[in-house]
């Protein structure tokens, strides 16, 4: 008689291998075979995952339709056994999976598609902060402002697409036809983070990617200001700094400012 | 640890995200809910932001889904300390699991996978339910589940696996009413032999929920509403237990919430009539 260990170690072998040994193991019923009733656990353990990998990437699948994102997922859970106790993160390597696949990885935007969903999703129950409000700068003294560093929201993460994925999935996700795949002349930078309770991304200009990416290093702010008039001409450089400032206040990326 | 019987709640449903809002804002006539607890094993955001706003009108219960109490892998420690930090939050009436494992090797199936009913298997899930209350430092409650093999190594029927988990761990029992209509089926055995093979001061809670029928056998899929079938062994399950805390069991095909509210109402109906309205407030 096979131990515990070893029934459950060839029970999961049945489900994730397709191995039959199991089916020694296990009764016929009155009323069906063992390989039919064993199936019903390989059966659900493919669905469950499929039904998972489908809800955390609702635009990747309506993007490449049922069948070959039915394709694409099967292949993924073939590659990719659940090592977590939450099926929340089952679909996590999803992006990085589609980039180094053979079949996918040519058509860049696939893998970044999956990439912005999985950073929404991310997103969407990451850890809480209060939002840095604009009373608490306005109570900033003028002469701490190029001292004070800023707090990026702990839901806040920074993507570079060299594909229009972020157009693709927008128009996706309004149910409008998606434009072509394109390949960008420049890289393009976007933020996603959480606001309230809503996921949100927005494309950065260059030059406020750049200082969103200083600042979240910790650099301060009258170097930022500095950086910003190296990066395109010092006239406005400050005013140009602020506005940006403004911005992450207004749409609450920031979780926090202090004097260096 | 507190070995106080879980209080008699009432009539629950599970908690799910689309009707977050509609019971905010209508604190609608359910008396409690259970979540899964893994899906709110998160870091922050709306999930845990409604449990709390929901935590502080309804009592709540925690329902697992991968404690894996029957797997020969080890316990796992993160899962176990996320579960106590969770349960320091929402402060369960109870916490419940199910008598199955999840995975081996550290691969999770995602599935309520069977257990071979042997003297071997009851020694190691008795061992792990006493490893983890002690951790949780409160008792356990452990569910039946449905399945659809039998392992030819059985030594004894499921309901007597069953009981002698919950004498010799200590622990309580969740009765899932569909769940052994559902492997009564399966495995030709008689609902009423279960029923009354458990011992009745263990069961503290009940669950009722739809399956897919598939000819030769029954799936249990809680994606459709609960059959008459398994109303009628409800009926005697409630007639044989007493009141018992009850909570339908819904996770696809989620309908709105008032249609889940009629169900509900239906299992109160169903408890009022073979009880009688006198006994049935008196356990509140």
Request: charged share 25%; net charge negative; glycine share 6%.
């Amino acid at each position: 008689m096979k131990s515990l260990r070893e029934l459950q170690d060839t029970f999961q072998r049945g489900i994730l291998a397709g191995d039959d040994a199991i089916l020694a193991e296990v009764k016929d019923s009155a009323k069906e075979e063992r390989k039919v009733l064993f199936g019903v656990y390989r059966n659900a353990y493919v669905a469950r995952l499929a039904e998972i990998v489908g809800d955390d990437y609702e635009q990747l699948h309506a993007y490449l339709g049922d069948r070959v994102f039915a394709r694409l997922v099967k292949a993924y859970i073939a590659a990719n056994p659940s090592d977590r106790r939450s099926a929340r993160w089952f679909g996590r390597h999803l992006p990085a999976f589609v980039r180094k696949s053979e079949t996918y990885a040519k058509h860049r935007e696939i893998a970044e598609i999956a990439e912005l969903e999985k950073a929404l999703a991310d997103a969407f129950d990451g850890p809480d902060a209060e939002p840095l409000r604009i009373e608490a700068l306005a109570a900033v003294a003028p002469e701490a402002w190029p001292s004070l560093v800023f707090v990026p929201h702990p839901t806040a993460s920074r993507l570079t697409f060299s594909t229009n994925a972020a157009d693709i999935w927008s128009a996706l996700k309004s149910e409008t036809a998606p434009p072509k795949p394109l390949h960008l002349p420049e890289p393009q930078a976007i933020l996603v983070w959480r606001q309230e309770f809503m996921s949100r991304f927005r494309p950065l200009s260059p030059e406020e990617a750049m200082m969103w990416d200083e600042a979240a290093k910790g650099v301060r702010f009258g170097v930022l200001c500095e950086m910003v008039a190296t990066f395109a001409g010092e006239d406005e450089a400050e005013l140009r700094a602020a506005s940006y400032l403004k911005g992450w206040v207004d749409m609450e990326t920031l979780a926090g400012c202090q004097t260096a | 640890m507190s070995s106080d019987k879980p209080p008699y709640l009432g009539f629950g449903l599970g908690l799910r995200p689309q009707h977050y809002q509609e019971i905010l804002d209508a604190s609608p006539a359910i008396d409690w809910f259970e979540i899964i607890s893994e899906n709110y094993m998160i870091e922050g955001g709306q999930p845990l932001h409604m449990l709390d706003r929901i935590c502080e009108r309804y009592p709540v219960v925690m329902h697992g889904v991968s404690l894996s109490i029957a797997s020969t892998a080890p316990l796992d420690l993160d899962y176990l300390g996320a579960l106590k930090t969770l349960a320091d939050r929402v402060k369960p009436k109870w916490i419940s699991d199910h008598l199955c494992w999840t995975g081996v090797h550290g691969v999770n199936l995602h599935d309520l996978l069977p257990i071979p009913y042997t003297e071997e298997a009851l020694d190691h899930v008795v061992a792990r339910v006493g490893q983890v209350q002690d951790f949780l430092d409160r008792r356990l409650t452990l569910e039946n589940v449905s399945s659809y093999i039998t392992f030819g190594q059985s030594e004894m029927t499921e309901w007597e696996f069953v009981s002698e988990v919950a004498k010799r761990a200590d622990c309580w029992l969740l009765f899932d009413v569909n769940n052994v209509y559902v492997s009564a089926f399966n495995h030709g055995f008689s609902t009423d032999e279960f029923l009354h093979g458990v011992p009745r001061d263990r069961v503290v809670q009940f669950h009722v929920a739809g399956h897919s029928h598939e000819e030769s056998h029954i799936i249990d899929t809680h994606d459709h509403p609960v059959c008459d079938e398994v109303w009628d062994f409800y009926r005697d399950t409630v007639g044989h237990f007493g009141p018992v805390s009850t909570m339908i069991e819904r996770d696809d095909n989620i309908p709105p919430l008032a249609e889940l509210v009629d169900e509900l109402d239906h299992a109160r109906a169903i408890a009022r009539a073979v009880l009688g309205e006198k006994r049935l407030e008196a356990a509140e």
